[in-house]
């Protein structure tokens, strides 16, 4: 077997090596939370602009950072994580309400209630591109979400229940969704990461429901938040939600989505105008009594272990990788991602991309991967918690497979000649390793396990035949070459 010459386990605070370069934005400091589904100490005072801020959104962090799109009163602005400074105005246009950025950050969408509209700008002009005016039954759409693919949107509006579904190319409404029976009007929206799931919440009493995005239906997930919702974010994994509450108790509760029940409540003293989760741990709440917006931190999930003894396969392609991290319980489950790149020792820095699709606990690489290092992350989730994480790298490329040729003799067949091998190619991207046997008829020539052979009396009236083995990281695989005349005195 190959030795693994790295092997890393670390805290991981966001997917991908580009978040890890930004890992300076969290805070996690080992804190406890206080109680299952609570957060790591107080809230920070991170992001100038609290007061009138209807919705928040966050790009996708870069090796620059993080960046916030805010909007408010006076129109919409960009804004970077943790500055207390001003920000770069998007729109100067009133009346925004709620806020959606496709997966790349490419396009931010922007509801516009009164004037009936959904405002599209290019993030890398700041300008508007479209603007959208069809919302079927969903008029005056106050809440926005956008699938990760980009292609479709969806609306809510504080006047109807129902949800429209918009084509993101056309802006033409594909369908309407009615909301389940009893429920009043919608006053968020927040999309799964894999967009499989639209969670809904009332903004009419504490109450959250959600869509089947494949199938269109509909089940109220949770009940009894204690009032009027005014914001809903769910965690990226889907097992957390956290629930902006106003009316006479506003808190932010925590919510188990799967058992459908409050874990935890954070008193907030008065409504909040809007939350978003950030990068896995960060909870904003924007209060409207406050100049800054409070950031609250989910701690983090404990870090998976790989029972690793040091020693893997050496990754070939239609071989077969893998981890197996050690149980950590029940409430605890595991996520992967491979990524094929390449490691610079130099620079201890890793170029990979991840695998469209790796995503399970085993990889078999393709032809896609050969010559790039693998490395796959381990997530660990659990409710109420941001995914904890480690990662291994598989440190020797991936090589072709071995296809092996059957080899041939060169030279007389006679005593006290030499007859040599010639193996040849055993395939593209490969790294092999050969190895030799002689044989006089069926019988080894003792001794005789080099890439040449000096043909003795003992073989004469014998034909001589070469058995060629090849390696290549842990695989071996052999061939045999024709028998030669016989051997001549």
């Known amino acids: 077997m190959e030795r693994v010459s790295r092997v890393r386990m670390r805290r991981f605070v966001g997917a991908g090596a580009a978040l890890a370069a930004a890992s300076v934005l969290f805070v996690t400091g080992g804190a406890r939370a206080d109680g299952p589904g609570g957060f790591q100490g107080a809230p920070v005072a991170g992001v100038l602009g609290g007061q009138g801020v209807t919705a928040i959104v966050g790009a996708p962090l870069g090796s620059d950072g993080g960046l916030l799109y805010l909007a408010d009163k006076a129109g919409i602005e960009r804004r970077e994580v943790g500055g207390g400074e001003a920000g770069v105005p998007v729109s100067t246009e009133i009346g925004f309400s709620g806020l959606a950025l496709t997966s790349d950050g490419s396009l931010l969408y922007a ?25 079927g039954t969903a008029m005056k759409p106050t809440a926005i979400a956008v699938s990760p693919d980009g292609t479709r949107l969806y609306t809510a509006s504080s006047e109807y229940s129902s949800i429209s579904v918009l084509s993101a190319t056309t802006g033409f409404v594909e369908r309407t969704i009615p909301a389940p029976a009893g429920m009043g009007t919608a006053s968020a929206l927040s999309l799964t990461e894999d967009g499989s799931r639209l969670y809904v919440a009332d903004g ?93 931190y989910a701690p983090f999930a404990p870090e998976p272990e790989l029972p690793f003894d040091g020693l893997v396969n050496g990754p070939v392609v239609g071989g077969i990788e893998g981890v197996e991290p050690k149980s950590m319980g029940p409430g605890f489950t595991f996520t992967y991602q491979w990524y094929a790149g390449h490691y610079s020792p130099a620079m201890h820095r890793y170029d990979g991309q991840p695998v469209p699709g790796a995503t399970s606990r085993v990889f078999r690489p393709t032809e896609a991967q050969m010559g790039a290092e693998m490395r796959v992350y ?69 001794g005789a396990t080099r890439a040449s052979l000096r043909i003795g009396k003992a073989t004469a009236g014998k034909k001589v035949r070469l058995r060629v083995t090849g390696k290549q990281y842990t695989s071996r695989k052999s061939a045999l070459s024709r028998y030669t005349k016989k051997v001549k005195r």
């Not at 090589?399 to 003799?409: A, Q, S």
Request: proline letters at 6%.
């Open 378 to 446: 381990v997530y660990t989730h659990g409710v109420g918690l941001a995914p904890g994480s480690t990662f291994c790298d598989f440190a020797n490329p991936v090589l072709g497979p071995m296809l092996p040729r059957t080899p041939t003799i060169s030279g007389r067949a006679a005593v006290g000649s030499t007859v040599k091998a010639k193996v040849g190619s055993w395939g593209p991207h490969t790294k092999v390793g050969f190895s030799y046997q002689w044989f006089a008829g069926k019988k080894a020539i003792h």
């Open 111 to 135: 509801t516009q209630p009164v004037a009936n509209r959904v405002a599209v700008f290019d993030t890398a002009t700041n300008t508007v591109v479209r603007r959208m005016n069809q919302f």
């Open 204 to 296: 009419t009493q504490g109450t959250v429901w959600s869509i089947d995005t494949a199938t269109y239906t509909t089940a109220v997930t949770v009940s009894g938040l204690g009032g009027p919702l005014k914001s809903l974010t769910v965690s990226d994994d889907g097992l957390t939600g956290y629930a902006a509450v106003g009316g006479d108790a506003a808190a932010l509760k925590t919510i188990d989505i799967a058992k459908g029940v409050a874990i935890h409540s954070t008193p907030l003293g008065e409504a909040p105008s809007t939350t978003a989760l950030l990068w896995l741990n960060q909870v904003l709440v924007a209060l409207p009594s406050q100049a800054y917006i409070d950031i609250y």
